[in-house]
């Protein structure tokens, strides 16, 4: 049962879960508040935009650094653009005023993946975030036609070399597993005609922008999802946004991301994707629908999704107040507990759930937060006692007994305890 007004372990479940972590204000802010007054205010919010874009090289001057035989400046050049980029999204990940927008930006950043390594064109890597940022609290069907048209995707997934001679299938697809319908809910068949319908989408490389190839597209003739008349692209998007199934498929992915990553409740789920889809793919009315159900605040989810790295590094410079870090160095950090902003292993994203802890990155964890725990300075905490501390930074009762002589010590227990792991 959804509480009427929400305590600090409430708030605390909302922050980790639709948020960036336990961030002492935020929380208090809501408490007394109903959990529909502060869901609705968390949407209402107008994505905050990142100061400061980084400045990255263009496609043409990759080419030219290239036709000059510069391939030593080039590949440093490559190396800085990629990792300025990485330090500007993970700074604004830090300092951000709108923490559920940039959360989305996170699920679609994992539903959508794009790696800057295969496209290596860091300003379309950019321009695909920012696309992702404009529309992650916007409207789906907005937001699939604008991904499917994107550059670095069309890189990525190889749809930029899809020609009429020589359909190529990876686009089609990723499309149909990962960005709609889901495994088993499509035939190779359906694969090939999406993959002709696709043909001649391409990427003008002197604007970086998108361009149809009218003389290598070939109107697609075959039935798609089981209709006919799906000739090109845009049509294969609508016929795609017309299915049960991709509304659902989207409800589902927000169950594993927002309650457990157990099976989903499909009853549940359903009920979410019928508002999804009766809201014209409006992103604002499915997550009402997810933070304001009873499976969202149901005891039973809490404490069971673990932290994701960025989850964790957000958590904990947004929660505690630490010492300025290096952009660099937060960089660093998320390379080495598996999580390297703009590289997901695979077109499906980062696996997540138990993935994210095995033997050596539980170790890579408690060593990072060690070694920030040295730099903390002995600021007065908010809550003074270990009950207080294990209810503002912790899911769930820690494993062990939050012993110490002060606060920071308490603070210190909590950060340490498996249960920190937990959101």
Not at 84 to 92: P, Y
Not at 175 to 199: N, P, Q, V, W
Not at 346 to 374: C, H, M, N, V
Request: hydrophobic share 40%; aromatic share 10%; charged share 20%.
């Amino acid at each position: 049962m959804i509480s009427t007004s929400l305590d600090l372990p409430d708030a605390r479940h909302l922050a980790v879960r639709a948020c960036l972590g336990e961030e002492w204000l935020l929380m208090q802010s809501w408490q007394g508040a109903s959990p529909q007054t502060v869901v609705r205010r968390l949407l209402a919010a107008e994505p905050q935009m990142p100061a400061k874009p980084p400045t990255l090289a263009s496609w043409g001057s990759w080419e030219n650094m290239l036709e000059q035989g510069e391939m030593a400046q080039a590949r440093e050049q490559l190396n800085r653009d990629k990792m300025a980029l990485k330090q500007w999204w993970l700074q604004h990940l830090l300092h951000t005023q709108t923490p559920l927008a940039e959360r989305m930006v996170m699920f679609w950043h994992n539903h959508f993946t794009t790696s800057i390594n295969k496209v290596n064109q860091p300003n379309l890597v950019l321009q695909q975030h920012q696309l992702i940022r404009q529309h992650a609290l916007g409207n789906f069907r907005a937001l699939l036609h604008a991904i499917a048209r994107d550059p670095a995707m069309l890189i990525y997934l190889d749809g930029a070399m899809n020609y009429k001679q020589h359909p190529n299938e990876n686009f089609a697809r990723e499309l149909l597993e990962l960005f709609t319908l889901g495994s088993g809910h499509y035939r190779e068949s359906d694969i090939k005609a999406a993959a002709c319908a696709f043909t001649g989408w391409t990427v003008d490389r002197n604007s970086n922008r998108f361009l149809l190839d009218a003389q290598h597209h070939a109107p697609n003739t075959q039935p798609f999802l089981g209709k006919s008349g799906v000739q090109d692209g845009e049509q294969a998007l609508d016929a795609l946004l017309e299915h049960p199934r991709t509304a659902e498929h989207i409800a589902e992915k927000c169950w594993y991301a927002f309650v457990s990553t157990e099976s989903h409740d499909q009853a549940q789920t359903r009920q979410w994707a019928n508002a999804f889809r009766s809201s014209g793919y409006d992103i604002k009315t499915l997550l009402e629908s997810v933070l304001l159900s009873e499976a969202f605040w149901a005891q039973q989810h809490r404490g069971v999704l673990i932290k994701s790295p960025l989850d964790l590094l957000t958590g904990v410079f947004r929660a505690l107040p630490w010492p300025g870090v290096a952009p660099s160095e937060l960089v660093k950090y998320a390379e080495k507990l598996g999580q390297n902003p703009f590289v997901p292993p695979t077109p499906k994203g980062w696996e997540g759930g138990k993935a994210w802890i095995t033997t050596q990155s539980l170790l890579d964890r408690y060593g990072i937060l060690f070694q920030l725990t040295r730099t903390l300075p002995p600021t007065p905490l908010p809550v003074q006692s270990a009950a207080q501390i294990a209810q503002w930074l912790l899911a769930t009762s820690p494993v062990k007994a939050l012993t110490g002589d002060s606060p920071q010590q308490f603070l210190l227990a909590a950060m340490f305890d498996p249960a920190y792991q937990l959101k």
